[in-house]
């Protein structure tokens, strides 16, 4: 092959693969030096080089001229196979460069075939996969098809970049409702919060940083034009737009929606929130197999309990008649009855689940004094029944895994904002020592 032809194969590589055409002819060196030292076992200073305007391959040792022809068949394979190798590495490193930047991004893709459950798309130069478990429920996939996913991971494996998309990520949806509301590409309206059942429900939590703009309104469009886009997309999926409160019982009642609620409140002792709601109202606010309580439970992070407002006062009736035991104990009046009642410690069991300090410190406005709780709840543990006192250790398991939770994310915010001190800092050459000040916020 004489050099003009050597440039114009090089050229229309470059063009075919995206590569830069020098980039390709130093492959083409390093991989002809390789093989024609290995042909000709130089021991000399050895050399070799392809001038860019000629195509013109000149080798020497010690600057003595060497005849790249007399390489033979065998050692010209080993050099094309060098090169291809080296190809591949530039190739796939240039494929990566260009989807990094669009990882946790939507992208377009042609659905090309099926492999084991996973779908393969084409993004045009490279090839990416839709895990089974990355796949809306009941979706077809037929082959030629444009789809739309959501670009979870993006990382080199040997010689190839392998790109994983979601259709069934939260963040899919986030940057859907992203595209098709520009109030929320400009800032104008923060998601504060979403969760979803793929292909089931979404709940999704908005806010307005302008109080002339209705969140919930921009988000649904006229008519529902703008959700509905949304919606399509995802084949029908269920939304709920539900508006931000910082108010805790607030956005607990928000979530719920369309359920109407009758009151909220937070039983600390139980460590959960109690909705009550209406006997007509209760289907609706649990939802089928419990997913709106599920997904509003997700979306506030608070454990909710909704029950009926039958159910309530008949658990409070019964609450009364356990608590009766302590007063004719004589350790407890009708009034402080009452008071426990109205707190959610409306059980022998959960009164037994607790500390004598908590108790202190929760109704501190009551101003219970430590020794009468202590004998509240050493009584209360003596009345207990084998049924009463599973619930009593099943009030203890679930604080105690409420406090696991909530450590571990203290530890994930402080790890999170330590990575983010030492990345400022690195960038600032400030180095971060185990005293450098991180400032977290501590989760509910």
């Known amino acids: 092959m004489n050099g003009t032809m050597l ?15 020098n980039l390709i002819l130093d492959h083409i060196e390093r991989a002809l030096m390789q093989a024609a030292q290995k042909r000709f076992d130089a021991e000399g200073d050895f050399t070799l080089t392809i001038d860019r305007e000629t195509g013109e391959i000149r080798a020497f040792e010690d600057d003595k001229p060497v005849n790249l022809e007399e390489l033979g068949r065998i050692v010209a394979n080993i050099a094309k196979q060098v090169f291809v190798q080296a190809l591949k590495e530039s190739e796939r490193d240039v494929i990566y460069e260009e989807f990094s930047t669009r990882e946790h991004t939507v992208t377009s893709g042609t659905v090309m075939r099926e492999e084991r459950g996973m779908i393969i798309v084409s993004l045009g130069r490279t090839e990416a996969i839709l895990p089974k ?30 790109i994983v998309l979601s259709r069934t990520h939260s963040n899919f949806v986030k940057e859907l409702f992203k595209a098709e509301i520009p109030e929320i590409a400009d800032g104008l309206i923060e998601i504060k919060g979403i969760v979803r059942e793929p292909g089931r429900r979404t709940k999704i939590a908005v806010a307005s940083t302008d109080p002339r703009i209705d969140p919930v309104g921009s988000c649904v469009g006229m008519r529902g034009s703008r959700i509905t886009k949304v919606t399509d ?81 008949k658990a409070r009736s019964m609450g009364s008649e356990q608590l009766q035991q302590l007063i004719d104990a004589g350790l407890m009046d009708d009034f402080l009855r009452e008071t426990f009642l109205d707190n959610h410690l409306d059980s022998l069991a959960a009164l037994a689940a607790q500390t004598a300090e908590r108790i202190v410190e929760a109704l501190e406005e009551h101003k219970i004094e430590l020794e009468a709780a202590t004998k509240l709840v050493a009584r209360a543990n003596e009345l207990l029944t084998v049924e009463q006192k599973a619930e009593r250790d099943m009030i203890i398991d679930r604080r105690k895994q409420v406090e696991r939770e909530a450590a571990d994310e203290i530890a994930r915010a402080v790890a999170a904002a330590e990575a983010e001190a030492a990345a400022a800092n690195a960038t600032a050459g400030i180095p971060l020592t185990p005293d450098s000040p991180v400032n977290v916020q501590t989760p509910r």
């Open 7 to 21: 440039l114009q194969r090089v050229d229309l590589l470059a063009r075919e693969r995206g590569l830069d055409k």
């Open 133 to 162: 478990e990355e796949q809306i429920p009941g979706e077809v996939y037929r082959p030629g098809s444009v789809v739309r996913a959501y670009v979870l991971s993006v990382g080199k494996k040997g010689q190839r970049v392998r």
């Open 233 to 313: 997309e995802l084949g029908g999926e269920k939304i709920d737009i539900i508006p931000w409160a910082e108010d805790p019982a607030q956005f607990i009642e928000n979530s719920l929606k369309p359920a109407r609620v009758l009151r909220i409140s937070y039983d600390h002792f139980r460590d959960r929130a109690r909705v009550v709601v209406s006997q007509d109202q209760l289907p609706l606010a649990i939802g089928k197999a419990g997913q709106n309580v599920r997904l509003s439970a997700r979306l506030t992070r608070y454990k909710i309990d909704v029950m009926s407002e039958e159910n309530a006062a």
